[in-house]
């Protein structure tokens, strides 16, 4: 049985180019909002579809439902494999847990409603779906997340439990949903440790504190 822990952490940079020219890594992207953001550069490598079956982000959610899109996805993520996925994944499976015990019952994510790459057909602008944070939920239980009642309700449901969910209200323009209800946690972004994320810098010191004197009476010192 795969676990979390067996994928491999990939940096993105260091993918081949094919690949690269796929995820985009560490590039800058234009929100719709006007703000440059940097894409994530830190993934998760999936072997096959069988290991992201198996994987278990949190105790209600297996990696694959972060990762089944359609044609709409790069074939290069579909049909060759392996999959990536942003190491952010993880904590938007925690996030949706925390929603999921509330509820206690099934809740659904939409295809194409977790993680898409920046070449999927529905990736525009700085879409957070590429960050691997946000999920499109079509239903929670028998509930259709289809009408303004059952997306505000349970729009309702997820802040209180984590207050830190952004949400898209219910409507057909632009920046909200009526088909579904999408949630995300910010444009998170997971760096491993033991893998540098910057450029060396003659400027950049180590933080003041943490000597003898501050750590005494206490245990550890992480
Ligand atoms: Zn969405």
């Not at 009408?147 to 952004?166: C, M, T, W």
Request: net charge negative.
């Amino acid at each position: 049985m795969h676990q979390l822990g067996d994928l491999e952490v990939v940096d993105g940079l260091k993918l081949p180019a094919r690949e690269r020219q796929v995820l985009r890594p560490g590039e800058l992207v234009r929100g719709r909002d006007g703000f440059t953001r940097r894409l994530p550069r830190w993934f998760y490598r999936v072997p096959s579809w069988e290991v992201a079956l198996e994987v278990s982000l949190a105790p209600h959610f297996k990696l694959w439902e972060f990762l089944d899109v359609d044609v709409r996805e790069h074939e290069l993520l579909r049909v060759h494999g392996p999959r990536y996925v942003p190491l952010a994944v993880t904590l938007l499976a925690a996030a949706l847990e925390a929603f999921r015990r509330e509820v206690n019952t099934y809740v659904h994510i939409s295809a194409n409603g977790g993680y898409r790459s920046p070449a999927h057909g529905l990736s525009g602008h700085a879409s957070v779906h590429c960050w691997g944070v946000a999920a499109n939920l079509y239903r929670v239980g028998d509930d259709l997340l289809d009408d303004v009642k059952n997306i505000s309700r349970y729009s309702d449901l997820a802040r209180e439990v984590f207050p830190a969910f952004q949400v898209l209200p219910f409507g057909s323009g632009v920046g909200e949903t009526d088909d579904h209800l999408h949630l995300d946690v910010g444009y998170a972004v997971v760096t491993p440790h033991g893998m540098g994320d910057e450029e060396a810098d003659k400027n950049a010191g180590p933080l003041p504190g943490g000597g003898a004197e501050a750590r005494r009476g206490r245990k550890g010192g992480a």
